[in-house]
């Protein structure tokens, strides 16, 4: 089905046939905003008009963006020069006569005698660039030329300012917006929160009498208003004014637009009354709360309404202030390493349990401070986040390097707002001994605390018939939530794992430079990763005896596949007993296993034989054997060398082996630490589901996964039995659930503003790296370069796409994933917990190379050619070479 060349504007929404601006006041109709009528030329439409002139507009565009200044200009004239030949076809001015017509119709008077064309490219007015004042907008034309306003419209993409702010974006089609020319009396911009400041409740103004063209080509100053708007107080309050002195105002006549004198009493005069600003600033914050996402307005007030002409969001990075909520960085790139996509309401609940108990506490402790109106943890479209900037601060205060957080968070390329200032050196100090004795305590204590934990899974089993009371089951998760707040280790053995590269990592940069950080993550291959790697050698030992026992083989590869019945078909074999052997250690883990509303192997035991089964069907070419004899040759490699840099510096070598031996025994402790908390999630996963057992025999829920849409509060009152909305508050939020699947906001988000579908799909229309010379940076973990075509893995289902050399992009490195990728499973057992969010696997001569780089699978798509140097951290993407076909 051809797209439309035009449309109304209630019906623009897609960004890609309308432009930003067009969808913006679309979405603003569709909400019951007033906003004048208007029309929508589409990027259809200039498509066919360039294809008229026989002009390759992709490929000039491309050749500009890549030529050097000299040839920049000369090209560009040329193509401006094509562009000037643009005229609008003629199917598209018979269908813009009668859509012209019908707006006159509807309009008051029944008559338009001027008319306003505007801008509306593909990559204006985008949550991240809004590109105002770059391309052409034309005012007060008549009818008859209003053909000849689109061209130029369309032409002005074609600019050495349009081309510059837009350089690494795609070319930017345009489409063309046309409306009435209101007779405003004033007019002007106005934002959601503080420009400058970022601060939230408040509002700012800037008015002209008049149009707004003399206000955003910068030749008036206007007059400025900051308006209070605090939540709980529902009548905003002007708390400052700024009237400038006005000479003359830009109106509407019969003649056309007049810059019209204005009076002396008028030079002084506010270009709006208080009422009208008061109410501005509340229609403004509906706006913004309409949109979720602080905006930039641009307005106008006739004699019959305050009409809407313009909203974007506001850039991120125009927002410079202190530490707060509205100010911070927030990412979500760890948490996708151990949670659902969206996560489960209990699941939510209990992570900022953890957050605040398990995580904060700790800070505060160590002399720490909060801001006001900061949080460590929030919930955008049922996805959490965690403030970056928050926890840069609190190495900011223990006079630590900031910059090091966002490479396990994400976020990277954030600037560190300004929050509390670094503690005096004595409490550094303090802090320095506190958390020394935290991570020898955590040393000691480890083990005897892995063996409680494992203890843990001993609650009854689900097979269990008696039915234990909600009382009884409630005592039982309180009893192990206390032990867990009291008894836990992360904090401090994450930070034994922090400290030592940190210690390493000055020591190394000044004798290996910037090598220093890949020859550590080299000498480091295999360490802290016995429990991973044995779950992998484990399942490979599976998938072995199922090839050489036939009646597992035979089950195994049937085809049409049915698992569900393994057990009566595998009875008697030794599969079946090395399987729930296998179950018995590893069942308690499972695909994002921090959620509680997550299954556990145990529980999907078929998801379990279909990885085995994957690994039959396509058999890793490398032993495990072999995978760790590279293992080791590498890890020795590293050490050499790193011996060799220090020369006959033997006090500098002794001080990195301990303190590298120091760092091995903090990794292994973190993997058993991660390893053995999930038999505490198993545990409070079983509880959870014997009390949804009770409530659904006693009618209180329909459904047994019902109990994961409440939250702890509410099934403390089912069980108790007054907790009589219970279905109605599942129903919600499953509904909500639905509602946020459709969504897909980014990894990492700035400031208060949560996107919106429409502008996350925008979001993929972003700049993108364009050559070889741009690089994402992530952190380095396997040495090695790789080369080849993007394949994202984003599912178990995703798994089965992949081919022999692609490069696999994924936001974690699952065990369950692992066999599918063949040789990517050496580099599971080699590597286990420290992969996190955006991890990157290469090939080099057969093995794997790594790299984290947050956000790399909403930076990356499949069949994008990228060259992937492990050791570094880096991944280079050439936009020249993608896999024919996608």
Known sequence: MPEPLILPLPDCSDPRLVGGKAAGLGALLRLGFQVPPGICVTTEAVRLAIRAIAF?????????????????????????????????????????????????????????????????????????????????????????????????????????????????ARLPTMAVLIQPLLA??????????HPVT????????????????????????????????????????????AISEKSAARVVTEQGLVDHALSPSRRAAPSLDEADVLMLAQLVKQVAARLRTDVDVEWAQDETALWLLQARAIAPHSVRTGLSDATSTWSR??????????PSPLGLAFLEEFMEHGILRHYHALGCQIPAGTSSFRIVAGRPYINVSLFQSFISQLRGDPRLVTEQMGGEGAPTPHGPAPLPWRKVARAGLLMEA????????????????????????????????????LQQLSAINQRLRERDLTFAIVGGVSQAFMVLGLLLERRLGLEWRAQLNASLQGSGTVISANQIHRLAVLAETARQEPPARAFILAAPWHPQGFRAALAGTTFLTKFDAYLHDYGHRGLAESDVASPRFADIPEYVLGVIRAQLLAPSPHSAEDRAQVTAMKRRAALDDIRQRFGRRRHEWIFFRWWHRRLDRFLALREANRHHLMYFSAAARRLELRLADHFVATGRLNHRDDLFFLLPDEIRLLAEGTGLRSQEWVAQRRAEGDRFARETPPDVIRGLGELTQASADHDAQQPEPKSLGVLLRGLPI??????????????????????????????????????????????????????????????????????????????????DHVIVDGGRGEVRRDERAVRAGT
Not at 88 to 96: A, H, N, S
Not at 184 to 193: N, T
Not at 453 to 472: E, I
């Open 56 to 168: 390759d507009a992709e490929a000039a565009w491309a050749r500009l963006v890549t030529a050097g200044p000299t040839d920049r200009v000369q090209w560009l004239h040329e193509y401006q020069q094509q562009m000037d030949q643009l005229a609008v076809p003629p199917q598209v001015l018979y269908e813009l006569d009668d859509a012209l017509q019908t707006l006159e119709l509807n309009w008051p008077g029944s008559r338009v005698n001027w008319w306003a064309v505007r801008s509306s490219a593909i990559d204006e007015d985008g949550p991240r660039l809004s590109l105002a004042g770059t391309y052409r907008s034309r005012l007060g034309l008549l009818r008859e030329e209003i053909a000849s306003a689109i061209c130029t419209v369309w032409a002005s993409c074609w600019t050495l300012s349009a081309l510059t702010r837009a350089c690494d």
């Open 184 to 193: 405003a009396r004033a007019a002007g911009v106005a934002f959601s929160c």
């Open 198 to 241: 970022g601060e939230p409740h408040v509002v700012v103004v800037n008015a002209v009498p008049g149009l707004a063209e003399p206000l955003v080509n910068g030749t008036v100053t206007p007059d400025s208003f900051l308006i209070d708007v605090p939540p709980a107080q529902p009548a905003p309050t002007v708390r400052q004014c």
């Open 333 to 342: 790139a760890n948490f996708k390493e151990t949670m659902p996509d969206l």
């Open 438 to 473: 935290k991570i020898r305590r955590a040393a000691w204590r480890a083990e005897g605390w892995f063996r409680e934990m494992k203890d843990m899974a001993r609650v009854p089993q689900d097979a269990d018939p008696t039915l234990p009371s909600p009382a009884a089951v």
């Open 782 to 863: 396997g040495a090695g370069v790789g080369e080849g075509p993007v394949r994202l893995v984003l599912t178990p289902a995703d798994a089965g796409t992949v081919q022999r050399g692609d490069v696999i992009v994924t936001p974690v490195i699952d065990p369950g994933l692992a066999p599918v990728f063949g040789l990517a499973a050496g580099l599971v057992a080699e590597m286990g917990g420290v992969l996190s969010h955006g991890a990157i696997i290469a090939r080099e001569y057969g093995l794997p190379t790594v790299a984290n780089v947050p956000g790399a699978t909403h930076l990356l798509r499949d069949g």
